[in-house]
């Protein structure tokens, strides 16, 4: 993922948190679903402990999957529109927030699992829910994990930490005072490209080598 170009980047980004938004939106449907039918006071649900109650780990991947909707939401848009959002926008944020909601999942996951080992060899409505419940948040777990450890690679690689989300993850250029602005373009021009590929920026790296020649 090395040589990608960083509008391309930005694309797996974007369909990578449009999946999870997905994800985020069938798992706390699912998940819903569960928790009224195990909190639904009727005695002829067939269950084995005939009093309502809720399972801790369905009610974490809700918790997760619910702060994952409105994430995936905001960083959807701020890579879409390249929204300077001041904190909100930052790679720290993102990072942080990935690191969080990854943990939540994760351990959601886990958690059910490891509560329902032989889920799949039943086949009732009540465990087609939990059959869901679990591959929903196993998906979801697997594209935070695709979002998080290439960010946090490249943002640590080049001490991008307060850069904003859409911009290139490579360092920025060094402004030098004593310089005029042309000197300073043509350093930034050569330090870094830009990931726009607007008609405007090609002419003025169309020029930018033009001059050289």
Not at 12 to 32: D, E, N, P
Not at 73 to 82: E, Q
Not at 84 to 107: A, D, H
């Amino acid at each position: 993922m090395g040589n990608l170009q960083p509008r391309t980047m930005v694309r797996i980004r974007i369909g990578c948190y449009t999946a999870l938004f997905l994800w985020s939106s069938l798992l706390v449907f699912v998940a819903t679903l569960r928790l009224v039918y195990t909190l639904d006071p009727r005695r002829d649900r067939r269950l084995v402990n005939e009093e309502p109650f809720y399972d801790h780990s369905i009610v974490e991947l809700w918790i997760s999957a619910a702060l994952s909707i409105p994430f995936s939401l905001l960083i959807i848009f701020v890579l879409l529109c390249r929204k300077r959002l001041s904190t909100l926008s930052r790679n720290w944020f993102e990072l942080t927030s990935l690191v969080i909601l990854w943990c939540l999942w994760l351990g959601g996951a886990a958690s059910s699992t490891s509560f329902w080992p032989d889920i799949g060899l039943c086949y009732t409505t009540p465990c087609s829910v939990l059959n869901a419940i679990l591959a929903f948040s196993w998906v979801g777990f697997a594209t935070l994990t695709f979002l998080l450890f290439p960010a946090l690679y490249y943002v640590a690689r080049f001490q991008a930490w307060d850069h904003h989300a859409f911009e290139q993850w490579t360092p920025r250029p060094v402004i030098h005072e004593d310089r005029t602005f042309a000197e300073q373009k043509d350093i930034g021009a050569r330090e870094i490209v830009s990931w726009t590929h607007s008609p405007l920026a090609r002419l003025e790296r169309a020029q930018h080598t033009i001059f050289e020649q």
